[in-house]
């Protein structure tokens, strides 16, 4: 949309609409193309007994969307955290997570709690080490 209009001098200047000359810069997102990674998802906890103690089963599509390589740190409730060495295993569901229970239960955490899963970056918040499972 060019219009055209006088100049003093009797010139004709054309002038460009300044929404036609916008429409070309693209937005920013996606200029710059990166997108959030998700860091940490809220997941149920299961337990299984027969699983060793300090091990737990995470689907390997989790692990990817978390990324989860080696260890886990689990958080229940804002209050206990646990770290466990991470087996893949494509049965078990994309939301659970599943761990031996003995322990947890002693620590007043029941079976099918909702836990914040993310994956193990070291000693935490404050140097605070992790408790482990």
Do not use: C
Not at 69 to 76: F, G, I, L, M, P
Request: aromatic share 4%.
């Amino acid at each position: 949309m060019v219009s055209e209009q006088e100049a003093p001098s009797g010139e004709r200047k054309k002038k460009r609409d300044i929404r036609a000359i916008l429409q070309m810069i693209p937005p920013a997102s996606q200029l710059f193309g990166e997108e959030k990674k998700v860091k940490e998802r809220r997941i149920r906890m299961k337990f299984h007994d027969e699983l060793k103690e300090g091990v737990a089963k995470i689907n390997p599509q989790l692990a990817k969307e978390l990324g989860i390589q080696d260890k886990v740190e689990v958080v229940v409730a804002h209050r206990h955290r646990y770290v466990f060495s991470v087996a893949l295993d494509e049965e078990v569901p994309v939301n659970e997570i599943w761990v031996n229970g003995e322990k947890l239960r002693e620590d007043g955490v029941a079976d099918n709690s909702i836990v914040t899963v993310r994956a193990y970056r070291g000693a935490g918040v404050g140097g605070a080490p992790a408790g482990q499972a």
